[in-house]
């Protein structure tokens, strides 16, 4: 298992090194620092304002330097648009905004639409099934925005007039623990309504193929009950589709959710990188972009040994 | 070895047993009219061709059919142990299955669990029906495992079961089916997708057991050679009906119904090279159950069929004695579904 690991790790260090110079070399396709130069800047601005960020230097000696600030979490170069205010500040103030949000939204998904999943696949054809697989089109079926818009409007706009003071709130933010079922449980349960369907019907997949095979049958010619058929013995199984598509979606809890942190003002990495993309803030994105691309391969990694820790056949010798 | 003990009271007895199924296409009947009886410590051969109701019939003694589409007739029973099975809840069936009926399947490739170990599923079983501690029941699948003649069981408890052969797993399976001792073992095909000398060795194996522990099996076969093994009674299905029922030494030396006669005829005979005889097949199809003659099921495909055949469905008859009593509510010996069976062979 260790050797499993180590081996793992070492294939993917190369993948690293090449995503992050390919994505070094697409952000520099567009001068980075035009967005920061005003109407009339001449040649020698341009040139006077790369030196001044160190972008002038050879492409190789930036990538060092890039890989040398990831590889030891040190992260202090400055931000363009807060001058005083490194990266690093930025992105530890950001991040743990969003995964406030995103974390328990990911979790309730889950269990949820697995539990519903197995539920439908063991009335399979059944008005049960047939009324819950329903559902689940519809909320694939409706956009996102309308779920924002009506559950904000609905869940903290006319819950307040109706109960005279606010339960959630409707734009703004403030960290803390006791403050959190106010400024993003709502949140949090628009996001879950959104996945919802779409996972349903992806677990219902998976536990439709599961609730057909051969060991199920003997399981239930063993005296089984129906919790323990759905639980142990199909869990265990469809674990392999399950942890992919949970680790898949774990480095996207980082960045956050774009749209909610955008309309319900909560200042979490989304709106951090909207901003930053938005204003050319070059240190902020290339930063991000790396070390997304190293959760991204992190995760993989841990997909990885997490399907040997789960089927016994995946394991080596 | 032909007359398995016919005075003593059956374990099981199997009443008129009809099971439909819900479809798209309306009501479907797989099984219609089953009855028979099972004694302890005898094998019973159940054989026929592909859907001809066998694993229903087998599967409606467990329950193990998808209930929600499953119907079984009104005049239906399936007594065991002075219980009617088709009127227990499933709760109460769960206390049946796995510890009074055991049951084995017939692909051992993929009847285990993939991700739990050999000994962590003999081990549910146990935990479900026995009142064992842990360590208890660890010493009790060992024990099993060692009963199954599973080489190492020490060792290979905590295997899984793509570490284990093929024929290995089949042994598995009928450790777990035999872990609670059983008083009847259902064996669906036990030996279909293992090679010849697996097969016997396992055939070898459950009759061993059936010694040891007076178990009484039902096997369910296609294999008419499996039956000569292994089997003391067999019935042979047709069309979701038994067409004969006779202890097997009678089946294979005086068959009487033309479908049993068709089916002995179509077995290879020893001795005889593939050239110099074609292996005579049975012309036709089973009927469709959506689509069932009126008359005998087997009329289109009888060499002896007359005209009247199809008009009335026959009974199955006892040929035990003289007169034509129906078979269906007593413990035949020898009974046949046909106006015209084959004639009795001299004795």
């Not at chain 1, 539990?115 to 049960?128: D, E, K, P, Q, T």
């Not at chain 1, 960290?175 to 996001?191: C, E, K």
Request: aromatic share 8%; net charge neutral; with cysteine.
């Amino acid at each position: 298992m260790f050797a499993f690991t180590i081996r793992k790790i070492i294939y993917n260090i190369p993948i690293y090194l090449a995503v992050v110079l390919l994505m070094m070399a697409l952000l520099r396709i567009r001068d980075p620092v035009a967005g920061q130069m005003g109407k009339n800047a001449t040649a020698a601005d341009f040139a006077a304002k790369r030196v001044e960020l160190g972008l002038n230097e050879p492409l190789l000696s930036q990538y060092v330097s890039l890989l040398g600030s990831i590889f030891t979490f040190d992260f202090s170069r400055e931000i363009w648009l807060e001058p005083g205010v490194s990266v690093g500040e930025k992105l530890a103030e950001s991040v743990p905004v969003s995964l406030a949000l995103t974390l328990p939204a990911l979790c309730l998904t889950t269990v949820l639409s697995i539990v519903i999943a197995m539920v439908s696949a063991f009335n399979r054809g059944r008005w049960l099934d047939r009324t819950l697989v329903f559902f689940a089109v519809l909320g694939m079926s409706i956009s996102f925005l309308v779920y924002i818009i009506f559950g904000q409007y609905l869940g903290a706009f006319k819950l307040q007039q109706l109960v005279g003071h606010p339960v959630f709130s409707i734009h703004g933010y403030e960290s803390g623990i006791q403050n959190w079922a106010f400024y993003l449980l709502l949140p949090v349960l628009i996001s879950v309504t959104v996945a919802m369907g779409y996972d349903t019907r992806f677990y219902r997949a998976v536990m439709v193929e599961e609730t057909e095979a051969d060991y199920i049958t003997t399981a239930r010619a063993k005296g089984a009950s129906q919790m323990k058929i759905m639980f142990v013995h199909m869990l265990r199984n469809a674990m392999i589709p399950i942890i992919t598509r949970i680790m898949i979606t774990l480095p996207f809890l980082v960045t956050g959710s774009i749209l909610l942190e955008q309309f319900f003002g909560i200042p979490g990495m989304g709106y951090t990188l909207l901003t930053a993309i938005q204003n050319g803030d070059f240190p902020v994105v290339e930063v991000f972009t790396a070390i997304f691309a190293g959760l991204f391969i992190v995760s993989l990694i841990a997909t990885d040994i997490l399907y040997a820790l789960f089927d016994p056949r995946v394991r080596l010798q | 070895m032909d007359d398995p003990a016919p005075n003593t009271t059956p374990i099981l007895q199997v009443r008129n047993l009809q099971t439909s199924f819900k479809t798209d296409r309306g009501m479907v009947t797989a099984v219609d009219g089953v009855s028979f009886d099972l004694f302890s410590g005898e094998t019973l051969g159940v054989v026929g061709e592909s859907g001809c109701g066998k694993t229903v019939t087998n599967k409606s003694i467990i329950r193990l059919l998808p209930e929600h589409v499953t119907r079984y007739g009104d005049n239906s029973r399936i007594m065991f142990k002075d219980r009617n099975l088709l009127s227990l809840s499933e709760s109460q069936m769960r206390g049946v299955r796995g510890n009074e009926i055991g049951m084995i399947f017939q692909e051992p490739m993929t009847a285990l669990n993939p991700v739990f170990t050999i000994g962590w599923q003999i081990d549910e079983a146990l935990k479900y029906h026995t009142k064992l501690n842990r360590a208890e029941r660890r010493q009790k699948s060992i024990e099993m495992l060692r009963l199954v003649e599973m080489p190492n069981p020490e060792k290979r408890i905590d295997e899984y079961p793509h570490q284990l052969s093929g024929g290995m797993r089949q042994r598995v399976v009928i450790a777990i089916a035999l872990s609670c001792n059983p008083e009847v073992l259902i064996a669906d095909e036990p030996t279909t997708a293992l090679d010849v000398t697996i097969q016997s060795q396992i055939l070898r194996l459950m009759d061993k057991l059936k010694e040891e522990t007076g178990t009484a099996i039902i096997l369910i076969t296609h294999d008419l050679g499996v039956v000569a093994q292994a089997c003391d009674r067999v019935i042979v299905m047709y069309a979701g009906q038994i067409v004969e029922i006779a202890p097997v030494r009678a089946l294979f030396h005086n068959p009487r119904h033309p479908y049993t006669r068709a089916l002995l005829d179509s077995m290879p005979k020893p001795g005889v090279t593939e050239h110099q005889q074609r292996l005579p097949a049975i012309e036709g199809t089973v009927p469709s159950l959506f689509n069932l003659p009126h008359g005998c099921r087997f009329y289109d495909r009888c060499q002896r069929a007359k005209p009247d055949c199809q008009d009335r469905l026959p009974e199955l008859v006892s040929l035990d004695t003289a007169n034509d009593q129906p078979a269906s509510d007593e413990t035949v010996q020898h009974g046949v579904r046909c106006f015209y069976p084959l004639e009795a062979a001299k004795s």
